[in-house]
Nanobody, 126 residues
Framework: QVQLVESGGGLVQAGGSLRLSCAASGRAFSSCAMGWFRQAPGKSRAFVATISRSGERTYYAESVKGRFTISRDNAKNTVYLQMNSLKPEDTAVYYC???????????????????WGQGTQVTVSS
């Protein structure tokens, strides 16, 4: 089992930055590929970014590429999402997700992930 707790959300003006954190419990964190997803009001949950177990492999949604950076610290059982140049359309609840992985893969599908956090709200004002 992996339990995930997100933090770092808030209200920011367009063009600003936020860093989200996701702290994982248990010793399995370094065995998990991690992902960030977001869900805006009235929309389905959408992929944002993913990172492999080692942290060497990452993949981003086109809408955030060049603005967001995913990273992880396996010693701290934490994955981060650095969000720069934020836009009003980035407003959503952001979720952290984990999947046990035997290789060094990343996963962009919502249904690839069995473990989810409760989410943190990010609001970007224009």
């Amino acid at each position: 089992q992996v339990q995930l707790v997100e933090s770092g959300g808030g209200l920011v003006q367009a063009g600003g930055s936020l860093r989200l954190s996701c702290a994982a419990s248990g010793r399995a964190f370094s065995s998990c590929a991690m992902g960030w997803f977001r869900q805006a009001p009235g929309k389905s949950r959408a992929f944002v970014a993913t990172i492999s177990r080692s942290g060497e492999r990452t993949y981003y949604a086109e809408s955030v590429k060049g603005r967001f950076t995913i990273s992880r610290d396996n010693a701290k059982n934490t994955v981060y999402l650095q969000m720069n140049s934020l836009k009003p359309e980035d407003t959503a609840v952001y979720y952290c997700a984990a999947v046990l992985d035997l290789g060094d893969n990343y996963y962009s599908g919502r249904y690839d992930y069995p473990y989810w956090g409760q989410g943190t709200q990010v609001t970007v004002s224009s």
